[in-house]
Nanobody, 125 residues
Framework: QVQLVESGGGLVQAGGSLSLSCAAS????????MAWFRQAPGKEREFVAG????????GYADFVKGRFTISRENAKNMVYLQMNSLQPEDTAVYYC??????????????????WGQGTQVTVSS
C-alpha cells in the first residue's frame, strides 16, 4: 500500500521560511518522479516543483523560482521542499505526489498516481 505523508507546514510571517517533508512508503522511490502541488481556497490545484527519479533534474513554477528548492533522498524515501521568502499568496495546502519516472516534467495533476493528504502552509502579512 503506497503512502505519502507530508509534514512541516505551519504559520509563518511574510519573508520567512518553511521546510516541508514527504515520507513515502510502499513503493520503490527510484522508479518515480516526485512533485509538490498546492491548492489555495477557491483555486485549482497547481504545480509547484518537480524532481526526476534520481534527482538529477528539477523544475519549478515561475512563481516560486529562486525561492523554493525541491530535493530528495531516495535511500530514506524522502522528498523535501525548502520554501524561502514566503509571501501571503503562497498560503495553500501543499501536496506531495509521485508519477512514473518517464512522466517527470509533467505539470498536470492527472499525471500523478499517488498523493499525500496535504499540509497547510499559512503566510501572514
Amino acid at each position: 500500500q503506497v503512502q505519502l505523508v507530508e509534514s512541516g507546514g505551519g504559520l509563518v510571517q511574510a519573508g520567512g521560511s518553511l521546510s516541508l517533508s514527504c515520507a513515502a512508503s510502499g513503493l520503490t522511490l527510484t522508479n518515480y518522479a516526485m512533485a509538490w502541488f498546492r491548492q489555495a481556497p477557491g483555486k485549482e490545484r497547481e504545480f509547484v516543483a518537480g524532481i526526476s527519479s534520481r534527482g538529477g533534474a528539477t523544475g519549478y513554477a515561475d512563481f516560486v523560482k529562486g525561492r523554493f528548492t525541491i530535493s530528495r533522498e531516495n535511500a530514506k524515501n524522502m522528498v523535501y521542499l525548502q520554501m524561502n521568502s514566503l509571501q501571503p499568496e503562497d498560503t495553500a495546502v501543499y501536496y506531495c505526489a509521485c508519477a512514473r519516472a518517464l512522466l517527470y516534467g509533467s505539470r498536470r495533476s492527472n499525471s500523478y498516481d499517488y498523493w499525500g493528504q496535504g499540509t497547510q502552509v499559512t503566510v501572514s502579512s
